[in-house]
């Protein structure tokens, strides 16, 4: 069955940096796009960065552009969010997604805290 692993969550002070990492398994990785979506307490679930199949075309919420980089390798079935000058608005539970036939499948969530 499909699983979705995060990792590379933490504590970092504000303008740091953090590379998030999701191993995926259980379907055919490099013919999909992936998400990374994060949650904040008390509010909905949003999509951060999406990227398509082969990785070359990638798009972001407004407000991690030019902060924010998603890239995958497919060799590895592995998916990246690379998160520079983080502030703490991006405090949040973080997810990998991917959809296949209409399902939407999640990761377990890693937790990014940016504070001082």
């Known amino acids: 069955q499909v699983q979705l692993v995060e990792s590379g969550g933490g504590l970092v002070q504000p303008g740091g940096s953090l590379r998030l990492s999701c191993v995926a398994s259980g379907f055919t990785f490099r013919r999909y796009p992936m998400s990374w979506y994060r949650q904040a307490p008390g509010k909905e679930r949003e999509l951060v960065a999406r990227?398509?199949?082969?990785?070359?075309?990638?798009n972001y919420t407004d407000s991690v552009k030019g902060r924010f980089t998603i890239s995958r390798d497919n060799a590895k079935n592995t998916v990246y969010l690379q998160m520079n000058s983080l502030n703490m608005e991006d405090t949040a539970v973080y997810y990998c997604?991917?959809?296949?036939?209409?399902?939407?499948?999640w990761g377990q969530g890693t937790q990014v805290t940016v504070s001082s």
């Open positions: 997604n991917t959809v296949r036939g209409g399902n939407y499948y």
């Open positions: 990227i398509i199949s082969s990785g070359g075309s990638t």
